[in-house]
């Protein structure tokens, strides 16, 4: 009875989701949990509500779900909304792909965490797919160190790429991973590049400079003053040279499959860089460098607004109509992806230029207390999670589940944009620097934010059974 008692104090559909959860998966266990007294009354054990933010930035948190449950009855058809892991086993392989897979086994497994089958849709953009991208630009490196090329060929790539694939599902990963990240067998074989082997490639380039710039990326700087992405660029450039030449005489037909040449280029720049650097190396590379292209953007869909504009148009204060409207509208986008604290501001920036050209003037964010973590995934009113900027991995074990680091610095307003225009914008510039901090988490306006509490909760399993549910 005493669960009950203690969820008197939710309202609305967060009551009855949570605690539906909660009598549904009985399994799930060491909750961390605190306690925060509301007037008279007591908030159960699995939130908290949020505090008005102290002096300075929030420190990043550890967000990580219970251990997940091993199905008591393995023989037994499961429940279809289950949330079960497959246990690691044997892959069966083509025999086909002449490498061992074991000197490669740390990236294998970082990727299988990264790609984790429930998880993979929900990470793609900023963890999954860049990590996969990862690999494989180190598989064509590794498999290149005992010859001459730097790429396969089209049948043994057939092959491994199989085998790859196998052995990531038998390690947790989800076996639609190349659907998923746009990845294909051909993307070992170099493709249309005209230089594909060792000798060509040193005696064009100049790997020297190729190898100094990408041995060490620094994560601080290369999003925005580049070092190792002009090098491969320029590389790419100089093995592709010939191409560009022939294509320079031909219609604009030519200039589309220099391109498509440039493309094939650079991954044969990444299988050199990936023989030349250790594979732990090589992966934090590359991953840095995913970063630098996936924070330039963002990943989300926005369909028209058009409900939002009409109902906000001419607000100019607090108004429960437009903000009822824009968090409906809300709610469809934080159903997508996992996003990082970069992607939120040039988001929410996106959709207010939409919202700027469709006549709405007043910064409607502030007016309904639209925050960054609101353009990413959440669950039954719960504060969302932005994953950093930085390459971020997703760890798992058996003590701890499925966990990865969301960054608390961001809990602020989201950016109104000037304009109906973001071509200007850049994170880069000296003068950038994100809203502060909010002093104060007073109550929400009527009708703005209708969530009933704003809470964190430290299971994140929540989150993702909500997406999978929805």
């Not at 089958?117 to 005992?146: D, K, R, W, Y």
């Not at 190349?178 to 294909?184: A, D, E, H, Y």
Request: aromatic share 8%; hydrophobic share 40%.
């Amino acid at each position: 009875m005493g669960l009950f008692q203690d969820a008197k104090c939710f309202k609305g559909s967060l009551c009855c989701q949570l605690l539906f959860l909660i009598l549904w998966l009985p399994s799930y266990q060491d909750v961390m949990a605190e306690q925060k007294q509301i007037a008279s009354s007591r908030i159960s054990s699995m939130v908290e509500l949020a505090k008005a933010p102290t002096v300075g930035l929030f420190d990043p948190i550890e967000i990580s779900p219970a251990v997940m449950p091993q199905y008591p009855y393995p023989t037994e058809p499961l429940s279809p909304s289950y949330p079960t892991f497959p246990a690691r086993y044997e892959p069966i392989l083509t025999g086909k792909c002449p490498v061992n897979f074991s000197d490669i086994s740390n990236i294998l497994d970082k990727t299988a965490s990264d790609c984790a089958g429930p998880l993979a849709a929900l990470v793609e953009n900023v963890i999954c797919c860049p990590q996969f991208t990862s690999l494989i630009h180190i598989f064509q490196g590794f498999f290149s160190m005992s010859s001459d090329k730097l790429v396969l060929s089209s049948t043994v790539a057939d092959h491994c790429f199989s085998d790859i694939i196998s052995i990531l599902a038998s390690r947790g990963a989800n076996n639609t991973i190349p659907t998923i990240c746009s990845i294909k067998s051909s993307n070992l074989t170099g493709g249309s590049c005209p230089v594909k082997d060792l000798s060509t490639f040193e005696k064009i380039v100049n790997t020297s400079k190729l190898f100094e710039a990408c041995s060490a990326v620094d994560p601080l700087k290369e999003c925005c003053r580049p070092i190792c992405q002009p090098a491969i660029m320029d590389a790419a450039l100089q093995i592709s040279g010939r191409e560009f030449m022939i294509n320079n005489n031909k219609n604009l037909g030519g200039e589309v499959n220099h391109m498509d040449y440039l493309s094939d280029c650079k991954d044969v720049v990444y299988s050199y860089v990936s023989r030349k650097l250790l594979s732990d190396a090589a992966n934090t590379a590359f991953r840095i460098l995913s970063s630098c292209k996936v924070n330039k953007v963002c990943p989300l869909t926005f369909k028209e607004p058009s409900e939002v504009i009409n109902a906000c148009r001419n607000v100019a204060a607090p108004n429960p109509s437009c903000c009822s409207s824009l968090n409906i509208y809300i709610a469809g986008i934080q159903r997508q992806m996992l996003i990082t604290n970069k992607q939120a501001i040039i988001c929410a920036t996106l959709f207010g230029s939409m919202l700027h050209r469709g006549g709405i003037m007043t910064n409607i964010y502030e007016l309904c207390d639209v925050d960054l973590k609101d353009f990413s995934i959440q669950a039954y009113g719960i504060q969302g999670c932005l994953l950093r900027s930085l390459p971020e991995d997703v760890v798992f074990d058996n003590s701890t589940g499925f966990s990865f680091t969301c960054d608390l610095s961001d809990n602020i307003v989201a950016p109104w944009p000037s304009s109906s225009s973001i071509t200007s914008m850049s994170l880069c510039a000296p003068e950038m620097s994100l809203p502060a901090l909010p002093t104060s988490q007073t109550l929400k306006n009527m009708g703005s934010n209708s969530r009933g509490l704003d809470c964190v909760v430290l299971i994140f399993s929540f989150l993702i059974l909500s997406a999978s549910l929805h």
